[in-house]
T-cell receptor
Framework: SQKIEQNSEALNIQEGKTATLTCNYT??????LQWYRQDPGRGPVFLLL?????KEKRKERLKVTFDTTLKQSLFHITASQPADSATYLC?????????????FGAGTRLAVHP | ETGVTQSPTHLIKTRGQQVTLRCSSQ?????VSWYQQALGQGPQFIFQ???????GRGNFPPRFSGLQFPNYSSELNVNALELDDSALYLC?????????FGSGTRLTVV
């Protein structure tokens, strides 16, 4: 069955450093992959989408890479700030039969300390 | 443009009862999906509605059902509630493959 794994442990980093979050998947070949941010008690907020034919995507301080051979995506936040503290979810496209569906990982909690 | 709004924000129900959750989709989005998120887990796909019809379903029993209305708003109904149904229920609207999520309804079944 399809499986998505994200770092289960919380990631603690110092303000100003680069945070790197990992998303690994098995038994699947998604057409695209998305990253979302989720704050406690809130719904996920879309950050970035990267397609299978793209190696890297950037948006301001965010960078995503997608390696379809390794079946892995890396999510980087450069010059991290305490406001970046949240849970980050990786989601794979599992669209089928004319409908759009995402399969989510369990998320990685990031804590940025001043 | 308005985002996705869900109601109520919190709800407590007794095992065996029925519940209806509501969602207003983002302006211009004609597709609505519902997800269930248990504590510490990622959201799990329940089903999707397009043009008032269910066009995709995840691994959830028939007691989970839904509706979509002509204005693209949607309802999620759960019958015969079980303790394991306690979760955050998220509605997401989409039009081009990216999803806008609401803040969810926190359902507690006691």
């Amino acid at each position: 069955s399809q499986k998505i794994e994200q770092n289960s442990e919380a990631l603690n980093i110092q303000e100003g450093k680069t945070a790197t979050l990992t998303c690994n998947y098995t038994n699947y070949s998604p057409a695209y992959l998305q990253w979302y941010r989720q704050d406690p008690g809130r719904g996920p907020v879309f950050l970035l989408l990267i397609r299978e034919n793209e190696k890297e995507k950037r948006k301001e301080r965010l960078k995503v890479t997608f390696d379809t051979t390794l079946k892995q995506s890396l999510f980087h936040i450069t010059a991290s700030q305490p406001a970046d503290s949240a849970t980050y979810l990786c989601a794979l496209d599992a669209s089928s039969g004319g409908y759009n569906k995402l399969i989510f990982g369990a998320g990685t909690r990031l804590a940025v300390h001043p | 443009e308005t985002g996705v709004t869900q109601s109520p924000t919190h709800l407590i129900k007794t095992r065996g009862q029925q519940v209806t959750l509501r969602c207003s989709s983002q302006s211009g989005h004609n597709t609505v999906s519902w997800y269930q998120q248990a504590l510490g887990q990622g959201p799990q796909f329940i089903f999707q509605y397009y043009r008032e019809e269910e066009n995709g379903r995840g691994n959830f029993p028939p007691r989970f059902s839904g509706l979509q209305f002509p204005n693209y708003s949607s309802e999620l109904n759960v019958n015969a509630l079980e303790l394991d149904d306690s979760a955050l229920y998220l509605c997401a609207s989409s039009s081009t493959g990216t999803f806008t999520f609401g803040s969810g309804t926190r359902l507690t079944v006691v």
